[in-house]
């Protein structure tokens, strides 16, 4: 009789065959998986009992449900409740308290809250008057600054990457909002705006500060003429916010942090409907409110293009891509190619700062590709939405 290990897999007959008795033996690699062993020598290649795969999975569903509790808080249905936001600026932006000469932005590049601000910076021209500090999501989720030393020095790319903390030197974010008069014991968002003379955080929501950008800093502005939020066109801008920010903006949050079946399958419909009304809109019209870019384009540009590689899969947000709606992807292209916009877009840390970072999503820490659709290459590629412009008016001629 040949031998066979325990793992099933033959041995050629030995000599001495009818002089010894037959002995088992385990194959072991040079670096074993104590689990995977231990798994192999209890149930071969089958699969646990039952009352093994039960125990397990009551085990993680707890263990999920209090990491989501702490990473996306929820109400008693399961409803993800975003926290608002504590550092808030006044309705006018003429308020003397703010230093307008030393402001320094706090940004992550994963986070779509934080993306408006940068864009709206690019657009307005305040490169040179609002330094940024790029913060990076950590092991644990928090946000952290690049060592200076380890940052990336090729002064050709023109695609923005994580940095050293350029006001404060801090190591975290954490340490910055810390280190303000009386401290802080809140969440440490991005985007935050911090008077780099008063040691103070001056904002962490951001629509005041894309608001701030827009028309509260034209004296530093190199582009004081672009007005992304006219007083005409306030009405709509307004309009169109409260439709995108609770079913998109906020919506692909509410489906993919969901804590609830039914808490699920509100916010995806609800995204989904809304996703449908806004297609159908920009059918007729090259952006939300006419002819012209304004803040609210803004505000669902930083979710479009997140949408395809994060949302659709990591959130669930799966009832359609949005290369499968027409009129919403171009107009995402048509956004993404105007100057200075495509730099703001850093897809692989986007991706890196979702699918690495968000545990209790996707364990494993395995980032997808890129799609394909939505590399740049892509997305530069002709939208032909200006066609539906009523008068002559080129947004790309007012970026300077």
């Not at 504590?86 to 230093?99: A, G, V, Y």
């Not at 913060?135 to 952290?144: H, I, K, M, V, Y």
Request: aromatic fraction near 8%.
């Amino acid at each position: 009789m040949p031998s066979s290990s325990f793992l099933g897999s033959s041995l050629p007959p030995s000599s001495t065959a009818n002089r010894r008795r037959p002995h088992h033996t385990i194959r072991m690699s040079l670096n074993p998986n104590p689990i995977t062993t231990l798994t192999k020598l209890l149930w071969g290649q089958s699969l646990p009992p039952n009352l093994l795969i039960s125990a397990a999975r009551s085990a993680w569903s707890a263990t999920w449900h209090l990491m989501m509790s702490q990473l996306a808080p929820s109400d008693p249905t399961g409803r993800y409740t975003r926290s608002a936001s504590q550092f808030r600026l006044p309705l006018t932006n003429n308020n003397p308290t703010i230093s307008r000469q030393n402001l320094h932005l706090y940004v992550g590049l994963p986070c779509p809250w934080a993306h408006r601000t940068l864009i709206v910076r690019a657009l307005k021209g305040l490169e040179q008057s609002i330094p940024v500090s790029i913060a990076a999501p950590g092991a644990d989720g928090s946000w952290e600054f690049t060592n200076p030393s380890l940052q990336n020095k090729d002064s050709s790319t023109t695609t923005l990457l994580p940095t050293s903390d350029k006001a404060n030197r801090c190591k975290t974010l954490k340490e910055v909002y810390n280190s303000r008069s009386g401290g802080y014991n809140g969440r440490s968002t991005v985007p935050m705006l911090w008077d780099a003379d008063n040691k103070e955080v001056v904002c962490n929501e951001s629509y005041d500060i894309i608001e701030f950008f827009n028309s509260g800093l034209n004296n530093l502005s190199t582009n004081p003429t672009l007005d992304l939020s006219p007083p005409q066109l306030k009405p709509k801008i307004d309009k169109w916010n409260r439709i995108i920010y609770p079913n998109i903006n906020n919506g692909v949050y509410r489906s993919g942090f969901a804590q609830s079946q039914e808490a699920y399958d509100s916010a995806v419909n609800e995204l989904f409907s809304t996703l449908d009304m806004v297609d159908e809109h920009l059918e007729h019209s090259r952006y939300l409110c006419g002819d012209e870019l304004t803040l609210a384009d803004v505000c669902l540009f930083t979710t479009l293009i997140r949408f395809d590689p994060v949302y659709n899969v990591l959130f669930k947000c799966t009832k359609k891509k949005l290369i499968e709606y027409p009129n919403l992807h171009g107009y995402m292209k048509d956004i993404y190619q105007i100057p200075k916009v495509a730099a703001t877009c850093n897809l692989g840390a986007i991706m890196d700062g979702y699918y690495k970072t968000l545990f209790p999503l996707n364990p494993g820490g395995i980032g997808p590709a890129i799609p394909y659709a939505c590399e740049h290459e892509m997305l530069s590629k002709y939208h032909d939405r200006e066609c539906l412009s009523v008068v002559e008016n080129d947004v790309n001629a007012l970026i300077l």
